[in-house]
Each structure stands twice: as structure tokens, then as C-alpha cells.
T-cell receptor, first 116, second 113 residues
């Protein structure tokens, strides 16, 4: 499978615990995005990398959230001291900058986080 | 603030009919408007996009119409099939500055056999 891969698919955690999600983008894609999606809503942008540089962060990304893309390939999203409001689907997407308008982002299947 | 919204949360159509999904947007500075399809348990999938200086673009069985005067975007699906059942999101994007997509809240399309 050469699409965007996310791990784990599901995560249940107790409030206050830390969680980390991984995203493996399509191999030649230099842009990587993290979005959060709650039930019935469209994805909301969290942060974006071009290669290893984190170029933009949404105001939704509180100081409990941190994302990295150390070698410009896979990325991790960590949530510290999880709260029930963090329960959502976390989606990763990748795209290739430099070819056209870059409107076609390829999304992974997401990690569904439930904080109990 | 900026928003991309949808008129109807659920649309039910008969198999073989044409479907029209509508979207209103408020950010007239967007350079592109895009439609994504999301099936249950999957991430969104790109369908078609349209640049802000165009008013119509056709793909395979899909047509996107853009009316900048009333800030309205629509997705037309011809000969709707059961496999078209999903949630459809409109999104917008700028060429410069913010690179991310801004999504609306989605319309669920249900195709009745």
C-alpha cells in the first residue's frame, strides 16, 4: 500500500495520559498536514510541515500538542495530559508541492482517539 | 471569521438520478475551491477542484460550478450510484500564505437503490 499510513487506528486513553500518533506520508510527498475531525464536522487544520520544517500551526494546537517530522519523512503528533475534549479523529495528509495548485491532499484513514 | 458552510446536512437520491450538493463560502479571497468525499471509516478523498477565476469544471461524472457573485459552490454528480454514498465536503485554499485546506461541515449523500 503506497498511500498515507497512520498508526494506531484507534487509541483509548485515560484523561491525563500522553498519547503519540504516527503518520507515514506518501514517500515522495514533501508536505504533511495534521487535521482533527469531530463527528459530523469537516477536518480542522492543526499543523503543516514542508520537509522537516513546521511552517504553520493553528490556534487549535495548544501547548499540550506537539508535532515533529524529524527527517522530513514520517511525522508524530503527541498530545500531553489528554482531556476529554481531545477525543476526535486525527487525520494526516500529504501532498507534493511544486506540481500545480496542491489542492489534492492524500489523507490517511486517521487515528480515532477516545479519552475516558 | 472565514467559513465554508453547507446548506443541507443530508441528501437522499435515487440510484441513477443526478445529485446536486451545495456549499456557501464567505472567504472571497480563496484561490481554489475543492470537493472531497469521505466514506465511513476512511479519510477524505479528493474529487475535483476549481480555480476562483473559473465558473465551471467537469470531471468524470462530476461537475463543479462556482458562482462568485453569491459565493456559492455546487457539486453535480451524474447518474448517482450506490458507491457515491458518502459525506461530501467543500473546502477552500489559497495559493500563497496559508497552505492548509479549510473545510465545511459536510453533506451526507444517501443513494437509494
Amino acid at each position: 500500500d503506497t498511500g498515507v499510513s497512520q498508526d494506531p487506528r484507534h487509541k483509548i486513553t485515560k484523561r491525563g495520559q500522553n498519547v503519540t500518533f504516527r503518520c507515514d506520508p506518501i514517500s515522495e510527498h514533501n508536505r504533511l498536514y495534521w487535521y482533527r475531525q469531530t463527528l459530523g464536522q469537516g477536518p480542522e487544520f492543526l499543523t503543516y510541515f514542508q520537509n522537516e520544517a513546521q511552517l504553520e500551526k493553528s490556534r487549535l494546537l495548544s501547548d499540550r500538542f506537539s508535532a515533529e517530522r524529524p527527517k522530513g519523512s514520517f511525522s508524530t503528533l503527541e498530545i500531553q495530559r489528554t482531556e476529554q475534549g481531545d477525543s476526535a479523529m486525527y487525520l494526516c495528509a500529504s501532498s507534493l508541492a511544486g506540481r500545480g495548485p496542491d489542492t489534492e491532499a492524500f489523507f490517511g484513514q486517521g487515528t480515532r482517539l477516545t479519552v475516558v | 471569521g472565514e467559513s465554508v458552510g453547507l446548506h443541507l446536512p443530508t441528501l437522499s437520491v435515487q440510484e441513477g438520478d443526478n445529485s446536486i450538493i451545495n456549499c456557501a463560502y464567505s472567504n472571497s479571497a480563496s484561490d481554489y475551491f475543492i470537493w472531497y468525499k469521505q466514506e465511513s471509516g476512511k479519510g477524505p478523498q479528493f474529487i475535483i477542484d476549481i480555480r476562483s477565476n473559473m465558473d465551471k469544471r467537469q470531471g468524470q461524472r462530476v461537475t463543479v460550478l462556482l458562482n462568485k457573485t453569491v459565493k456559492h459552490l455546487s457539486l453535480q454528480i451524474a447518474a448517482t450510484q450506490p458507491g457515491d454514498s458518502a459525506v461530501y465536503f467543500c473546502a477552500e485554499k489559497k495559493d500563497t500564505g496559508r497552505r492548509a485546506l479549510t473545510f465545511g461541515s459536510g453533506t451526507r449523500l444517501q443513494v437509494q437503490p
